[in-house]
């Protein structure tokens, strides 16, 4: 009862608790229910985005007929195929992602167009297109186009394909036509440039597709093809949404451990505000146990009260978020509930607040009635025995709860140990910055001088203030490094510079036309040409001791991307454009000897491979073995052709493929008549025009990195907080010297300069901890979590320290313009 007297209606005292408690549940809440959500679909969905049980891909060629005859014994069996190719309507063009699917398309699933119709595989002649296709061609259902020299007409518009999320990335939007176009096109003859796609629905549809996958590696070998069960329908995005959910986690971590010294801060200035009350209680008769059962109930209702606020807004964004993303992931807009990540919100928040209030509320507790009263000049100091049960088990849930939620339990740990060895810093800093300050030669103007004498006195709030602003300052340079490296990275991804054109499956005997018809339609493009095929590593390593690929299974190096799946291969008399030998040496020009190859120096590093050692690849099911010759500086910074694997011409010459073409065009020069003659000209061959495409992909990429920074913002929304939190803690010590300094004829012009000299000091010294530490984090988060390269723009993480300086010098001014109106008369009798 005299809890809940005592205790305003409206948090009076405890509001900053409810802020930092909000915006951290909050944060974790609404990420957990995303991410929660995007898993859930991911699996309850495996059918229908994988388009069947198990999913066989092999390139350039067909399943065999003792593959397809062990697949036709598992169930109903769908064999299509993938490319790139070029539908054109008059002189406008599309690249397009063609999907030619047979008669049992879709296994599972059904495909959606826009006039409301179900459908399948489209009937002969007929090709479904999607929106963008249309828009760009100009045409409606029942017009004709051209795909790979065919006519064919739409037959409708795609609303929805179940299986967009397992195709992976392409050059243009899906088109849907039917299982014989390619080869009536050309498409797939000897050396093009396609994907040949079965897949298999299960008889029993409660058979375990794990085991059936190993078996047919096991008898057709490890290279024979890319094999993908239900259980993992599209792994590149269920690792997007892991490491993303992980990283704003740990975002929402910070934001919570930010927040935490917020609310020690808090519940600190409540208590000072209410020690005449406590002692009071105690002059009564009350017991310790009594007013530590008084204001934990207080605190408990407050952090209540926060946290379910953050829970109520966490569900209440998701929508928001998943409308965002429903185009790019498996998530449905409307509300999404999740128990499990809303009660992992919910622990976080009230055991962060736990472990923070737990300090100030047992310096409470165990002081007699005279020294609360006396609480002004002689400082109360916590039992260290008492504080070690709530605050041991408070950090031991924290820590436990973490792990058992993380994908990466060891970057987690280490960003726990980090927050944990940061607080620590801190804490030593601030015990020095107080000695430091009791040390120094007392300067001669009264103003330094005072700014000075109050990092020492007693009372003095030098401690909890470098803590918070530590930490405040460390998330504007940890969220300023993750956010300019992960742009940087983006930026490089999809970079500025890049040929105007790139072409696919030019056939090798009509090069010279090919170069021809460039030359005469834009005359002074550059034209380069190269060997285009693709292959799978199986093996790598010394002779007698190389290593399987299909042995590691998913522990795969770190920076050994390059081992998933197949990848393109080509072969060189010279080095290539934009590469530089930094270890070994190139062979010759007109070499004829052992089969080589050179390969990018960061994959050699990254699976342990050296000048000497031997790599084995499957091309087209023909397992070849070649020396390591040569190691390789990329430079990965333009879109032309940056091969990891160049192998001796004598390697790969012989089996069949087809060259790939980059065009660049001198700048100022017109190229509309390029593609459509190049389409008419070669119509088996896919001509990309690459400035649409990288302008969609750049504002792609721009809205998730827009979605990073707004995710991290909330940590930098708690670091304000905490500032305000740090204030609010030393506003009544405050109270006083401001009284007696006006009282001995301070002006408010010198009161300020007293607080800028003390919160200036202490900023300046925590700017180079922050920025060290800050960095720190960033760098784990980046290179650790992300597994991209630490590229930070420093004068930006500077710039965006600096200006968390001024927050902190702003916020110190603010916070002492209601001191400057405190009536000295009043404020002496209630001190």
Known sequence: MLARRDLSARFKGLRLLLVCLFLGVGAIAAIGTLTGSIKHELGARGRQILGGDIELRVWQRDVSKDERAALARLGQVSTGYRMQAIATHGDATAP?????????????????????????????????????????????????????????????????????????????????VPVDLPARAGLTSPGAMFRSVTRVRFADGARDPEPVVDAMKVR?????????????????????????????????????????????????????????????????????????????????????????????????????????????????????????????????????ALVFAAPPLVRARGWPAMALMRAGVSPLVADRKALAVPVGLGLAAIVTLALVNAAQPLVTLGFLAGSAGMLGLLALIGLGIRKGAARLPRPR??????????????????????????????????????????????????????????????????APAFRDAVAQTVPGAVLRLVPNLRGRIIAYGPQGRMTKVSSLGKDLPDGAWALRGERGLTYAASVPEGSTVTAGAWWPPLYRGEPLVSLDEKLAQAIGLNVGDYITVSVLGVERTA???????????????????????????????????????????????????????????????????????????????????????????????????????????????????????????????????????????????????????????????????????????????????LLILGFALAGSLPLLRAKPARALREL
């Open 445 to 510: 103007g009264p103003m330094l001088r005072a700014g000075l004498a109050n990092l020492h006195r007693p009372g003095a709030q030098t401690g909890a203030l470098v803590t918070a602003l530590g930490f405040g300052l460390s998330a504007f340079v940890l969220i300023a490094a993750v956010q300019t490296s992960l742009d940087a990275n983006i930026r490089k991804t999809v970079p500025a510079r890049a040929p105007d054109f790139f072409v696919l499956d030019v056939p090798p005997a009509k």
């Open 220 to 352: 057709f070998g490890d290279g024979a093809f890319e094999a993908r069960t239900r259980n993992a329908a599209s792994p590149t995005t269920e690792r997007f949404v892991s490491r993303m959910g992980e990283f704003l986690v740990l975002v929402g971590l910070a934001a919570l451990v930010i927040a935490g010294i917020g609310i020690g801060g808090g519940v600190s200035s409540y208590l000072q505000a209410r020690r005449n009350a406590i002692a009071t209680l105690k002059v009564l008769g009350a017991t310790s146990g009594d007013i530590a059962r008084i204001y934990v109930l207080q605190v408990g209702a407050a952090a209540l009260v926060g946290s379910l606020a953050g829970l109520m807004a966490g569900v209440l964004v998701t929508p928001l978020l998943a409308s965002a993303l429903q185009n790019l992931l498996p998530v449905e807009s409307g509300f999404t509930v999740s128990p499990a990540a809303l009660a992992t919100a919910a622990a976080y928040g009230l055991l962060v």
């Open 96 to 176: 397009v992602a063609l999907k030619a699917v047979d008669g049992a398309w879709p296994l599972y699933g059904r495909l959606d167009l826009t006039d409301g119709r179900h459908v399948g595989a489209p009937p002969p002649g007929t090709v479904w297109i999607a929106k963008g296709t249309a828009a760009r061609l100009g045409v409606n259902p029942g017009a004709t186009i051209v795909v790979g020299g065919v006519p064919l007409r739409v037959g409708g518009i795609l609303a929805s394909d179940p299986e967009q999320m397992s195709e992976g990335f392409a050059l243009g939007d899906t088109a849907i």
């Open 627 to 805: 020396r390591v010759a040569a190691l390789r500086r990329i430079d990965w910074d333009t879109l032309g052709f940056n091969y990891v694997l160049v192998f001796s011409p004598n390697t790969l010459e012989d089996a069949p493929h087809n060259l790939a073409a980059t065009i660049e065009v001198p700048k100022g020069t017109p190229t509309t008549g390029l593609l459509p003659r190049l389409v008419r000209a070669f119509p088996s061959t896919s001509v990309i025009e690459t400035g649409s495409l990288l302008r969609d992909a750049r504002g792609l990429l721009d809205q998730l990195s827009a979605a990073i920074l707004a995710a991290a913002s909330v940590a930098v929304l708690a670091g304000l907080a905490v500032l305000l939190g740090a204030i609010a803690a030393a506003r009544a010590s405050r109270t006083y010297d401001t009284v007696i300094l006006r009282v001995l004829g301070g002006s408010q012009g010198q009161l300020l300069m007293l607080q800028l000299a003390e919160y200036g000091l202490i900023a300046a010294v925590l700017a180079l901890v922050a920025l060290v530490a800050g960095s720190t984090m960033a760098w784990a988060v980046v290179v650790k979590l992300f597994e991209f390269a630490w590229l930070p723009d420093w004068p930006r993480v500077l710039a965006v320290l600096g200006i968390g300086l």
